[in-house]
Each structure stands twice: as structure tokens, then as C-alpha cells.
């Protein structure tokens, strides 16, 4: 063996060496980065999180603002929406952004989202006629114009409780056109509220005293409420508000509303239960929060509870006189992270199933 | 955690088979049904157009054919200009004789409102004759301008006053008296006289604004349409068998004599009826010979002699055709 071959042996075991180390280091980024993004009247949300042995940790987020008006329907027209990708992109490289897929949650009034229940007894086939026929119960044009996906809720006994989740195909495949030619995949479509569900899953406990927990969707023209026993959705609740109603009269509804909720769940658990707590979120959560009657132990929904953010957007405690001259502690921003829950919980979700 | 991904469907959704093929989804079905529902729409829309075009060119080019029919129903509508073309010697003809037709007919129709004027006044005279001391009309006649009253009087003094209102009629041009002569032939009456005179001649039509407008009738539709009219008018009606034909050069005359039984009032609503016809015929005689009602309960039906004339006009190429017969 001649002083060449050996050169060139030892560079390509260093060359492989690398090779493999990019892609663990891609394989890495790809299963522990994810990003969220949701949208809100004119802004972009969005977020890259991280998962780590100890938890989440928020390494971007932020907001755009743009000159499109979201949830409008302007996201089944590719014209309207051409402007997306650039957005994206230019988040992308502003903000450094590593992750490798994407979760995008749209609004929720541009889904319809149904609770049904299915005979546990159904063949598969029993079961997507059946899934079929009841979507269609509830749309106007065909269920074939529609994506629908279904999960279930709850199963015990004779039934299931099933979500059905539907939206126009068109909005999706407006959305995938626009955006696949982004340097980011497209690796799921979600919607709002889910998202903010799957943020108060990861951030909150389950409530000591048994209570119920309400997650309202709070936003101008449609008002959701998903009614949880810990973590698992008991009822799904959508009614319209005037876009132009004042935040008073949101919050009235919205007691009215939990108020017959309740009803309805008692009659049809027989079981007599409270509501414990009551997480508003979306855009008109801030304005409409003092009106919520004090029964419902209403609160914005908070991220960043057990969603760790990242040391660059911490901030330095105030000092008080016991902390002598100890370095000051980070703690977080005193901003109102609720509008990023969608965002958070958007990205949370891509990383709990990987 | 409620896992969901809208970028795929979970759930199969109706699928078919296009016409390569190949599935399609039912949205896109759709798509497809509506275009082809739109192609048809635009096929039905071209074809519509093109007949819509190729009616309006023959409509345009057959425009006066169409307006002249319409014209049989509605009257004269004035919506076209006159047409301007070169027409032969024959056409030029034809429309000459029309005009005299025309011109003739007019004239008759003038005529036979005088004449019609003339007998209801005569009518009424007659009438005038249960008052005491006033003579009878037995019967009058007119062919043409000529008219004859036979009057019956019981004395020679009575045939004055009705010589006297006669004569003032206003289409009486003049009276020929005769003498009185004793008669037995009316019951109660002692003296007979006939009045014979000439009627004005009417102001003839020369202008072609003042001309009528006729409906020229076959001469069978034409003698039809009269016995019809007469029957009507609740009038027996009888047509003589013999019929004189008067060829001429513009139209030939048919003389049909007509034999009528019923009220003298009714026969006098048949000529004004018949007049306001406007068909091509002519009155030639007319007389009545009034029946002597002897007893109220059982009338006895006037006689009325009606003659008229049918006029069938003669077209230039049918006398052409009848000259060239002719050794």
C-alpha cells in the first residue's frame, strides 16, 4: 500500500464521517424542531419550538403583519394569498429559523368542526358512509368538497365519540400550491382551536377540585367552545356572533352560552359538574375577558406556563432588596403570550407525534 | 392530544370514473358536468344566434311580402316606404284597371247610399198614408236613376200633397206627372196615378284618398254571401235561374235577380247591411210591391224584387287569354 492510497482511504472515512454527522444533525433538527404558524385578522403568528429532555422550549416566535385579511376566504383564491410564500420565506430567513416542517392552523370558522357519535359495532366501511352522511348533514355542497378527518374523542361501551373536522378543499389546495414551493414542508393543516387545546394540554393540569375546563375561542363572527374533562373533549360548541358586536356583548353570549352548555352536558352525563375554569383565547380574548361572569373563573390562556422561552427573549427581574447583589433572575416578558397559542400548540403538536 | 391533518382526507369520498377512465373526485365532477352544461349553453346560445341572424336577413329581404300579409288583418300599417321598382307593362296595366275598379266601386257604393236614402224616404211616405185623406203607395221601383210610384187615391186632390213631398226629397232631380185615372183595382181607394222620376246623380269619387277600399268575392261567394244576408235579415229569399253576364273590359257583371218575400223594414236592414259589406256587388233594380193587410192577426209578406250585379274584374293576362281563343 503506497503513502496515496492511504491518504486518500483516511479522507474518505473523514469525508463519510461527516456525512453521517450532517445527517444526524438534519435528522435531529427534523425530529426535534417544529414550527407553528397561525393566522389572526392580519398577522402571521408564528413560532419554532424545540423539544428537549426537559421540555419545550420556544427557541423563535413572533409576528407579521400583512395586508391580508385571514380568514375572510381569501385562502381558497391562490391570487389573494400569493403574497404567503414571501412572508413565510422572509420570516425563514429573518428570524433564523431551523425547523424543517410546518404546522399550519387555520381558522376555525373556515372548519366545520362536529361532534358526533358512531356505533362502535361499525365495519370500516359502515363507518366512513356513516361519516360521510353526517359531514353532509352539515355542509351545503357535497362532503366530497370537503377534507374531512375524524378523531376520536372518547370510547366506552356501545359508541364512540367522534370529532369530525372538515374544510374546503379547495382552501388546502390553495394553501399547498402557495406554499410548496417554500423552504419549509408542509407537513400538516390544523385548525385554531385544536391547537389551542393541544397548548393548554401541555401547559395546564388537570383541575384538582374535578371541575370542568372551557376552552373559548374568542373571535369576531364565531365563538367556540370546547367543554374538557382534564384533557379529553366533552362537547363542542360553535355559535355565530355579530362581527361587529361589541366586546360586552360577546361576553354576555358567552356566559349564556356556557350556562346552557352545562345543561346540555348534565342532561346528557347525568352528571352533575362544574365549570372549574375557563381559558380565552384568539383575538378578541383581552376585550372580552372582564366581561365573563367570575363563576366561570375565566383567565387567558397561558403558552408559557410549562413551555420554556427561549433565554433570548427573557428578561431581568426586578431587583428587590432580599436579592442582594446575586445576578438578577430571567423571567419572562410581562407580555400577553395568548395570541401565539394557536402557534405554540400548532408546532407542540407536530413534535408530540413525532 | 386531538390529532388531526387536513392536508389529507381520512375519508374516502365518492369516486367515479371519467370518460378516459380515470377516477375522478366528485368536486371535480362537478367541475366537469358544469362545463359541459356550459359548452351545450354556448352551442345552443351560437346556433340560437345564427338562426336569429338568418331570420332577420329573410325577414329583411322578404319584409314587404311580410307586412302586406299582415296588412290583410290589420289595415294599412304605413311602416315600409313605398317600394320603387320597375314594373312591366302588364303590371302597369293591372294597377290602371284597379284604379277604375276602385274609382267604379266607389262611385256604386255613393249610389246605392242614395238609392237606400231615397226608398226609406218613400217607406216612410207610405207610412204616412193611414192618416185620412192621404193616398197609397201600392209599389215602387227604381233601376238606375229612374223610380216609379204606383199611388192609389180616393179622391184626385190627395195625389197633390204626396206629388208635393216627393218632389221635395232632396236626391229627387225631377217627377213626371201623369194624370189621374180612375181605378178599381185598390179597395176603397177610386183613383190611380203613377209618379215616374229621375234621381240626382251623386258627386262621382276623383281623388284616390276618398276611394273604398273593396272586397272583391268570387261571383258564387259573392251571390252566397247575399242570399245569406237576405236570410238573415229574416227575408225569404229566392234567386232567380236565369243570370246575364255583361263582359266588359275592366270587369264583367253577373246580373242576378233575386226574388225577396218578408217585412219591407227588414229588406231595408239587408241593403244597408249590404252596403256597409263593401263587396264587389251592385244594385241594379229594386221594387217593392207592398201587400195589402186585410187582416192584423194573419201579415202578408211585402214582394221585393231585388237585381243586382256581381262584378268579377277581368285581369290583363285572362283577357289576353280569352282574346287569343277567340277565332
Known amino acids: 500500500m503506497t503513502t496515496s492510497n492511504v491518504e486518500s482511504e483516511v479522507r ?77 420565506t422572509g420570516c425563514l430567513e429573518d428570524n433564523g429559523i431551523q425547523a424543517r416542517r410546518l404546522n399550519l392552523s387555520l381558522n ?9 357519535t358512531a356505533d362502535a359495532a361499525f365495519s370500516e366501511e359502515e363507518f366512513e358512509n356513516y361519516v360521510n352522511w353526517e359531514f353532509g348533514q352539515h355542509v351545503l355542497d357535497g362532503a366530497d368538497q370537503y377534507v374531512i378527518n375524524s378523531c376520536e374523542l372518547s370510547s366506552g361501551g356501545a359508541s364512540h365519540e367522534i370529532l369530525l373536522v372538515g374544510v374546503r378543499r379547495r382552501f388546502v389546495d390553495t394553501l399547498k400550491q402557495t406554499l410548496e414551493k417554500s423552504k419549509i414542508d408542509l407537513t400538516c393543516m390544523d385548525v385554531d382551536v385544536l391547537c389551542a387545546h393541544a397548548a393548554y394540554e401541555v401547559n395546564y393540569d388537570p383541575l384538582s377540585g374535578g371541575g370542568l375546563t372551557a376552552l373559548a375561542e374568542v373571535k369576531p363572527g364565531v365563538l367556540t367552545i370546547l367543554l374538557c374533562q382534564d384533557y379529553d373533549v366533552k362537547f363542542v360548541y360553535q355559535f355565530p356572533v355579530s362581527a361587529k358586536s361589541n366586546p360586552g356583548k360577546v361576553g354576555f353570549l358567552l ?26 383565547c384568539n383575538v378578541l380574548a383581552p376585550s372580552v375577558l372582564p366581561h365573563v361572569d367570575k363563576r366561570f373563573n375565566p383567565s387567558l390562556i397561558e403558552p408559557l406556563r410549562k413551555i420554556r422561552l427561549s433565554e433570548d427573549y427573557l428578561v431581568a427581574a426586578p431587583r428587590t432588596d432580599e436579592s442582594g447583589d446575586a445576578p438578577a433572575a430571567r423571567v419572562l416578558p410581562a407580555t400577553d403570550f395568548s395570541p401565539y397559542a394557536e402557534c405554540f400548540g400548532a408546532a407542540v403538536k407536530l413534535l408530540v407525534e413525532a | 392530544m ?124 207610405r207610412g204616412e198614408a193611414r192618416k ?93 254571401m247575399v242570399t245569406d244576408l237576405a236570410v238573415k235579415n229574416r227575408l225569404k229569399a229566392e234567386e232567380q235561374d236565369e243570370m246575364k253576364l255583361t263582359k ?76 287569343a281563343a277567340r277565332p
Open chain 1, 12 to 88: 474518505e472515512v473523514v469525508r463519510e464521517d461527516d456525512l453521517e454527522r450532517q445527517f444526524e444533525e438534519r435528522s435531529r433538527l427534523y425530529k426535534t424542531l417544529a414550527m407553528g404558524v397561525s393566522f389572526s385578522a392580519q398577522n402571521i403568528h408564528f413560532a419554532e419550538i424545540g423539544k428537549e429532555p426537559s421540555g419545550f422550549l420556544v427557541r423563535k416566535y413572533g409576528t407579521i403583519a400583512t395586508t391580508m385579511k385571514f380568514g375572510s376566504g381569501i385562502e381558497g383564491v391562490e391570487k389573494n394569498i400569493r403574497d404567503l410564500n414571501s412572508y413565510l
Open chain 1, 108 to 116: 376555525t370558522h373556515l372548519v366545520s368542526l362536529q361532534r358526533v
Open chain 2, 2 to 125: 386531538i390529532r388531526i391533518n387536513l392536508l389529507n382526507s381520512q375519508h374516502a369520498v365518492a369516486h367515479t370514473r371519467d370518460r378516459t377512465g380515470e377516477t375522478v373526485l366528485g368536486s371535480e365532477r362537478t367541475v366537469s358536468t358544469e362545463a359541459r352544461k356550459s359548452s351545450r349553453m354556448v352551442w345552443i346560445l351560437t346556433v340560437g344566434l345564427i338562426l336569429l341572424i338568418v331570420g332577420g336577413i329573410m325577414l329583411y329581404t322578404k319584409r314587404y311580402e311580410v307586412v302586406a300579409y299582415l296588412e290583410q288583418y290589420t289595415g294599412p300599417l304605413n311602416i315600409l316606404p313605398v317600394q320603387e321598382v320597375a314594373l312591366s307593362a302588364e303590371e302597369i296595366e293591372e294597377q290602371r284597371r284597379d284604379k277604375i275598379r276602385q274609382l267604379y266601386m266607389t262611385n256604386t257604393y255613393r249610389i246605392q247610399g242614395r238609392d237606400l236614402f231615397f226608398l226609406s224616404k218613400m217607406d216612410s211616405l
Open chain 2, 132 to 224: 185620412p185623406g192621404y193616398p197609397r203607395i201600392a209599389s215602387l221601383s227604381l233601376e238606375g236613376n229612374d223610380f216609379v210610384l204606383d199611388v192609389y187615391a180616393r179622391s184626385i186632390k190627395e195625389f197633390a200633397e204626396l206629388t208635393k213631398a216627393v218632389v221635395t226629397v232632396y236626391t229627387v232631380e225631377a217627377v213626371k206627372p201623369y194624370d189621374p185615372k180612375p181605378s178599381k183595382a185598390m179597395a176603397g181607394y177610386r183613383y190611380y196615378r203613377p209618379v215616374e222620376g229621375t234621381l240626382r246623380i251623386p258627386s262621382s269619387a276623383e281623388t284616390d284618398t276618398s276611394l273604398v277600399e273593396t272586397r272583391y268575392a268570387s261571383l258564387d261567394k259573392a251571390r252566397k
Open chain 2, 248 to 323: 266588359g273590359v275592366v270587369v264583367n257583371k253577373y246580373r242576378v235577380g233575386l226574388k225577396l218575400e218578408g217585412a219591407s223594414s227588414d229588406f231595408f236592414k239587408f241593403l244597408k247591411q249590404l252596403g256597409a259589406l263593401s263587396i264587389n256587388v251592385e244594385q241594379a233594380k229594386c221594387g217593392i210591391v207592398y201587400a195589402e193587410q186585410r187582416d192584423a192577426r194573419k201579415p202578408r209578406p211585402d214582394v221585393m224584387e231585388f237585381d243586382y250585379n256581381v262584378l268579377v274584374p277581368v285581369r290583363v293576362t285572362e283577357a289576353r287569354a280569352d282574346s
Open chain 1, 255 to 280: 356566559n349564556q352560552n356556557l350556562d346552557y352548555l352545562m345543561d346540555d352536558y348534565q342532561d346528557e352525563s347525568g352528571v352533575q359538574a362544574r365549570i372549574g375554569r375557563t381559558l380565552l
